[in-house]
């Protein structure tokens, strides 16, 4: 199940050149195109949900606009109270009809208060990022990249690979800083959709990049269990 967002920040003559490196960058992913969108079009790849965001203004001092309008945190929520997921865990099971006397089922509902600990836990990190200074100014990919999330609908997890691309401004940051951002953003209960556009939109804001692409595909178990 794929999901991609694409972002153009380019400027007019810059559009063509982020059309063909992206035109690059599906064809890495080995996603098919249903057909080369004119420049005023957006590119729509087959069997993929894309968005794709408008072109920035150039600002006065000749540089791009940051883009201001798109919520990137992650969602607010308070800390995980333990005591009480384990108590609901041990209620759900009891309402299911199980005993939880069972040698094999007297410690679950404190197993389960530690599994969802550890997958909606942020792992902090520097997102230390650098000046472009050698001007670079070719596409930057991480493909493959695995995450684990749990979808908000079902509290099952979807889990699968990233691909993350962008073609750099005035800054960059480190290739494992990509997979770190993905890893942020999967701590959470999640939509595919959503994440994607987050992982994206982190891109955008700290970077300011001239053209950035996120693809996710994954795998959900409320569909294949």
Not at 153 to 160: A, I
Request: neutral net charge; proline residues 8%.
């Amino acid at each position: 199940m794929p999901i991609a967002l694409f972002h153009r920040r380019t400027i007019q003559q810059g559009l063509r050149e982020f059309h063909a490196r992206l035109g690059v960058l599906i064809a890495r992913f080995n996603v098919p195109a249903t057909r080369r969108s004119r420049i005023d079009e957006p590119f729509v790849p087959a069997q993929v949900v894309s968005k794709i965001r408008a072109v920035p203004r150039l600002n006065s001092s000749g540089g791009y606009t940051p883009r201001v309008s798109t919520p990137n945190p992650i969602r607010a929520r308070g800390p995980i109270d333990l005591a009480k997921v384990e108590a609901a865990a041990s209620d759900m099971l009891r309402a299911l009809g199980y005993d939880l006397t069972y040698e094999s089922l007297q410690d679950t509902p404190r197993r389960v208060s530690r599994m969802y600990e550890e997958l909606l836990t942020v792992k902090p990190f520097e997102s230390t990022t650098f000046p472009n200074d050698g001007e670079y100014d070719e596409l930057v990919v991480v493909r493959d990249i695995p995450f684990h999330a749990l979808c908000e609908h079902h509290l099952l997890p979807f889990t699968g690979v990233a691909h993350v691309g962008y073609i750099p401004g005035p800054r960059i940051v480190g290739l494992s800083k990509l997979a770190r951002v993905v890893d942020m953003y999967s701590r959470d209960l999640q939509v595919q959709e959503r994440m994607t556009a987050q992982v994206a939109n982190w891109l955008e804001q700290h970077l300011e990049p001239r053209g950035v692409g996120v693809v996710l595909e994954a795998e959900h178990l409320c569909m294949t269990v």
